[in-house]
């Protein structure tokens, strides 16, 4: 994952090329995403919550759906058990760095930290971060050129974007971005 997460193409290598690997990166984010979901049902038991947790099972299957139909179409399918166990673990990176830019905020000005374009500035990087670790990774995991590396990443945010937007349109109306938005503390849940 830390080799992955400077850049260093090797670590890819670190990495399983089977459905077991694929099983073993898949199962903290499925037992995160049961906890989660029992306890926003217990909390709220209505179907926003039943909506938001079927959205959040979503968004966790809907990428591995996209990229493999990518990578099959790239004639790249044999490398995909590898790609998809690599972008699993290292997107655990991720809240690591919005961490380290919010430690060193808070070092450098506390003040800023506290403040919207604080949050918004840890939520920038952490998802630009995100965003060129789904590139990296495409790129050498799928043996991608970086143009369809990009594509590919253009793809799985299309799909999320259009799956948001389907789930706002339809009953309960759940607009995912107002939860993905908010800030701690200035969310729905900080209301009750």
Request: charged residues 10%.
């Amino acid at each position: 994952m830390l080799l992955l997460g400077r850049g260093r193409a090797e670590g890819i290598a670190c990495f399983g090329n089977t459905r077991d690997a694929v099983l073993t990166a898949l199962a903290p984010r499925i037992a995160l995403w049961l906890v989660g979901g029992l306890l926003t049902c217990l909390h709220a038991p209505d179907t926003t919550s039943v909506t938001r947790l079927l959205f959040s099972l979503c968004m966790i299957l809907l990428p591995a759906a996209v990229t493999y139909a990518l990578a099959k179409r790239w004639e790249r399918a044999a490398l995909w058990y590898r790609y998809i166990t690599a972008a699993w673990w290292t997107d655990w990176l991720s809240p690591f760095v919005m961490l380290g830019v919010a430690l060193l905020m808070a070092l450098g000005s506390p003040a800023l930290l506290e403040t919207f374009y604080g949050g918004l500035i840890v939520n920038v990087v952490g998802f630009a971060y995100s965003l060129w670790m789904t590139w990296f990774i495409a790129r050498i995991g799928l043996g991608l050129r970086s143009g369809r590396a990009l594509i590919l990443v253009g793809a799985v945010l299309a799909s999320l974007a259009l799956m948001a937007e389907i789930t706002a349109l339809l009953p309960p109306h759940y607009v995912a971005w107002h939860d993905f938005m908010s800030l701690p503390g200035s969310g729905p849940a900080a209301k009750h």
